[in-house]
């Protein structure tokens, strides 16, 4: 049970946040941004700490699926609200998301992927330090049994991609261990992810995959081998099937714009 009295977030947002109706977590979600950007606006720094620190103790880690909900997309609409300055509350928002990727719920899991899709597309290279559990996050999520799930997680991956190619500082050193410890895994949509990381990163300049990739196993060496010759025609069919994205997830349910993005119903 929330306590509404002394609370960071006034009784109607709480109340909004922890509703069955996507349409009043949303309606709730964009009033926990306008409130944050007034706090910001007025160097309330304590209090945004509190909000976020509410919505991810009582919200995304809740037993209340809603609840969940609601905790996830009230933790995306804060990062929207703190777009000057998120960077000195990445460590408030981005555990609560990552620990939601195993949900046993796959709409929570979806809300999760999503919920981090818009934190890092306004942290940007920001959100690099938290890279491996990240990166550790989409193998689960590519491993996911729920389809949408895994469109969901495909468009993180590929925003988290852009956000390593347009940065100087990325550690490709610090990634080889990860490629070493995922590519054991059997699961097909793992290796692709591993491959297709493994692609983009040859294509920056200045990273030597060549290099890394004599001290990564030759199992990965086989599996990127075997990969790379079916990869001209996957870019080829996923440029003539692909659907433009603004920001969004695409699927078959009706949707609606929270800022920045479009949500799904559920």
């Given at each position: 049970?929330?306590e509404e009295e002394g609370s960071s977030?006034?009784?109607?947002?709480?109340?909004?946040?922890?509703?069955?109706?996507?349409?009043?977590?949303?309606?709730?979600?964009?009033?926990?941004?306008?409130?944050?950007?007034?706090?910001?606006?007025?160097?309330?720094?304590?209090?945004?700490?509190?909000?976020?620190?509410?919505?991810?103790?009582?919200?995304?880690?809740?037993?209340?699926?809603?609840?969940?909900?609601?905790?996830?997309?009230?933790?995306?609409?804060?990062?929207?609200?703190?777009?000057?300055?998120?960077?000195?509350?990445?460590?408030?928002?981005?555990?609560?998301?990552?620990?939601?990727f195993d949900d046993p719920e796959s709409?929570?899991?979806?809300?999760?992927?999503?919920?981090?899709?818009?934190?890092?597309?306004?942290?940007?290279?920001?959100?690099?330090?938290y890279f491996n559990q990240i990166f550790?996050?989409?193998?689960?999520?590519?491993?996911?049994?729920?389809?949408?799930?895994?469109?969901?997680?495909?468009?993180?991956?590929?925003?988290?991609?852009?956000?390593?190619?347009?940065?100087?500082?990325?550690?490709?050193?610090?990634?080889?261990?990860?490629?070493?410890?995922?590519?054991?895994?059997?699961?097909?949509?793992?290796?692709?992810?591993?491959?297709?990381?493994?692609?983009?990163?040859?294509?920056?300049?200045?990273?030597?995959?060549?290099?890394?990739?004599?001290?990564?196993?030759?199992?990965?060496?086989?599996?990127?081998?075997?990969?790379?010759?079916?990869?001209?025609?996957?870019?080829?069919?996923?440029?003539?099937?692909?659907?433009?994205?603004?920001?969004?997830?695409?699927?078959?349910?009706?949707?609606?714009?929270?800022?920045?993005?479009?949500?799904?119903?559920?």
């Amino acid at each position: 049970m929330i306590e509404e009295e002394g609370s960071s977030l006034p009784p109607a947002i709480l109340r909004g946040l922890g509703d069955r109706s996507y349409d009043k977590r949303k309606a709730a979600a964009l009033e926990v941004t306008a409130l944050i950007k007034s706090c910001q606006e007025g160097g309330e720094r304590d209090r945004i700490s509190s909000v976020i620190n509410l919505l991810a103790q009582e919200f995304a880690r809740s037993r209340n699926v809603h609840h969940r909900k609601g905790g996830l997309i009230g933790l995306a609409a804060s990062a929207i609200g703190l777009v000057p300055e998120i960077d000195r509350f990445l460590h408030l928002l981005i555990p609560p998301v990552l620990e939601c990727f195993d949900d046993p719920e796959s709409r929570v899991c979806y809300y999760a992927c999503e919920s981090l899709y818009n934190i890092s597309k306004v942290a940007r290279t920001s959100v690099l330090r938290y890279f491996n559990q990240i990166f550790d996050g989409l193998c689960k999520l590519f491993a996911h049994v729920d389809v949408d799930v895994k469109n969901g997680a495909n468009l993180l991956d590929r925003l988290i991609k852009d956000i390593v190619t347009e940065t100087e500082t990325f550690d490709i050193e610090a990634f080889i261990p990860l490629l070493q410890k995922h590519i054991k895994r059997t699961k097909p949509y793992i290796r692709q992810l591993l491959v297709g990381w493994i692609i983009v990163l040859d294509a920056v300049p200045d990273i030597n995959m060549l290099d890394c990739k004599y001290r990564t196993p030759t199992q990965l060496q086989h599996t990127t081998h075997k990969h790379t010759h079916t990869h001209a025609f996957s870019q080829q069919h996923t440029h003539t099937h692909k659907r433009t994205h603004t920001l969004s997830y695409s699927h078959t349910t009706r949707s609606t714009r929270l800022p920045g993005r479009l949500v799904q119903h559920a």
